[in-house]
């Protein structure tokens, strides 16, 4: 099993990004997907998580509205959007699957 994250970066405040996580060794489409993150001092939280189907999404109150979760099963990759950043969204966003973490990707929100 392994998942790669990737798309993270330095934004200015009010920019986007979207992370992309590219997963192999399972059957992707058979499970839910989740992104995480982890900010410096902080403990990790749960930012969203989608259905293995993505019929089904939900989100942390401090992203709803401003991040989007999505996946293409053709592709076994999942989707972060992250729109209208703010700089307590700097974190390292971690992939996720039932047992398995990515290594993370470093968002800084900055000017």
């Known amino acids: 099993v392994q998942l790669v994250e990737s798309g993270g970066g330095l934004v200015q405040p009010g920019g986007s990004l979207r992370l992309s996580c590219a997963a192999s060794g399972f059957t992707f489409s058979s499970y839910a997907m989740s992104w995480y993150r982890q900010a410096p001092g902080k403990e990790r939280e749960l930012v969203a998580v989608?259905?293995?189907?993505?019929?089904?999404?939900n989100y942390a109150d401090s992203v709803k509205g401003r991040f989007t979760i999505s996946r293409d099963n053709a592709k076994n990759t999942v989707y972060l959007q992250m729109n209208s950043l703010k700089p307590e969204d700097t974190a390292v966003y971690y992939c996720?699957?039932?047992?398995?973490w990515g290594q993370g990707t470093q968002v800084t929100v900055s000017s």
């Open positions: 989608i259905s293995s189907a993505g019929g089904s999404t």
């Open positions: 996720k699957t039932p047992g398995k």
